[in-house]
């Protein structure tokens, strides 16, 4: 996997700019020793704090000196520039001093920001935290997709939930994968897909400076609906072709599933009209169904078998020298 880290920080520039450099009024400490600037903001902050929560901070051997003393320094600490939002930024710092922060339900923006920026400078306990959010919301076990109550984020109207899908492709959650992307199958039309937006105004994603999912992701998944579609009959819907071999009225219940299959194509809810051993039969093929369409649910996207998902994890980069 690509490191995941910054390509570089560079010395602020303090020359040029259309606006003056101001500094965070929540995230300023008089005896920090490090100046971090992201836009025009500039942030003093403790390097020591940085490095406990943030690979990326902690291996960071060589700050930028400045080539004479005056042009980069700040209140006598060295400056680094962020090729990032201040917003970002803010938000990263402000779980960085502040971890409780973390434990309770993040908005929709929060999430996606911490997954972000938890992934760029490998700040575990945001991302990891954000990605366990992600991965209760979106569960590989099809047990725990049925209970899923989508409450482990806040979301509001404005939220657009395929923001999501560029930003765990980006940081490497595969296991979120096939049940996010069912989420848009099975939740969201046809036309939204083809935007990318689950907004009613699909106007508005156009508008917005959101990442959305790219032409290929929303096709992909475009597809994946039709073949979805196409298969619920060898999985969920088993049972409309098969009877019970007890079967106490066999015309009836033929009947009866031919009514039902002609006029619906919707998951089994124990209405139709079926004998007592047809309607047992019906849920045994229904949950088996369910069961196997699961296992096989990662192939509609294209993705790799369950079994060879793996997510990113910051552990594992923590041998990775960055460049200053
Ligand atoms: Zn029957």
Known sequence: MDSPAPRAFKRARTEDGDAPIVRSDKIWYDDGNLVIQAERTQFR?????????????????????????AEALVDGCPVIELQDEAED??????????????????????????LRMGH??????????AADRLRAEFPSAI??????????????????????????????????????????????SAPQIAAGCDIVDVDVCSRSSAVLPSAEDRL?????????LRSQDEYSLRWIWKGSDSCSRPTMCDKARTEYREARFSVFDGTVDLCKWCTITAKQLHEEGRD??????????????????????????????LIA
Not at 220 to 228: S, T
Not at 292 to 316: A, T, Y
């Open 143 to 188: 047990e725990r997709y049925s209970e899923v109550e989508f409450s482990r984020f806040t979301t509001s109207a404005d939220n657009n939930h395929f923001e999501l899908l560029p930003v765990v492709k980006a940081v490497g959650l595969e296991t979120v994968m096939p049940a996010l992307y069912f989420f848009y199958v099975n939740f969201r």
């Open 89 to 114: 930024v803010w938000y990263m710092l402000h779980c960085i001093y502040d971890t409780a922060l973390l434990t309770r339900p993040p908005s929709f923006p929060e999430l996606l920001t911490s």
């Open 220 to 228: 992909m998944l475009l597809v994946a609906f039709n073949k979805i």
């Open 292 to 321: 196997m369409f699961w296992k096989v649910l990662s192939s509609f996207f294209g993705l790799k078998p369950w079994e060879e998902l793996r997510d990113f994890q910051i552990e594992w980069c923590e041998a990775i020298v």
């Open 120 to 129: 760029k400078y490998l700040v575990a306990v945001m991302f990891d935290s």
């Open 45 to 69: 902050v403790h390097r020591g704090i940085l490095s406990k929560q943030s690979v990326f901070f902690r291996d960071m051997k060589d700050l930028p000196q400045p080539s004479n003393a």
